[in-house]
């Protein structure tokens, strides 16, 4: 059974940091390029960033550019991103998604549950 299961979310002030988490089985993690993705109630599903099989390789959505930095650790099946100065538009469910193949959208083979990330004071 594939299974992607998120935490690390939770309430942080306006300039704080999180650090989102996502645990991988049931699937060859290291073939896939893995992405996070969030959503909002009001802007719907954005894609935030993303990450090569290898882990060499990532790129981001501009709103989030020096902020956020994704890894990855393919000896443990496991995602991460680190998110600092965290703004209130940063507040959204966050997913972790694969993908197989090189390319980092817009669909995805896999979906967690998802992870909840507020930011206000």
């Known amino acids: 059974e594939v299974q992607l299961v998120e935490s690390g979310g939770g309430l942080v002030q306006p300039g704080g940091s999180l650090r989102l988490s996502c645990a991988a089985s049931?699937?060859?993690?290291?073939?896939?390029?893995m992405n996070w993705v969030r959503q909002t109630p009001g802007k719907g599903l954005e894609w935030v960033s993303g990450?090569?099989?290898?882990?060499?390789?990532?790129t981001y959505v501009d709103s989030v550019k020096g902020r956020f930095t994704i890894s990855r650790d393919n000896a443990k099946n496991a995602l991460y991103m680190q998110m600092n100065s965290l703004k209130p538009e940063d507040t959204a469910v966050y997913y972790c998604?694969?993908?197989?193949?090189?390319?980092?959208?817009?669909?995805?083979?896999?979906w967690g549950q998802g992870t909840q990330v507020t930011v206000s004071s």
């Open positions: 998604a694969a993908r197989q193949g090189s390319d980092y959208g817009p669909e995805y083979d896999y």
């Open positions: 990450i090569n099989s290898g882990g060499d390789s990532t």
């Open positions: 049931g699937f060859s993690f290291s073939s896939y390029t």
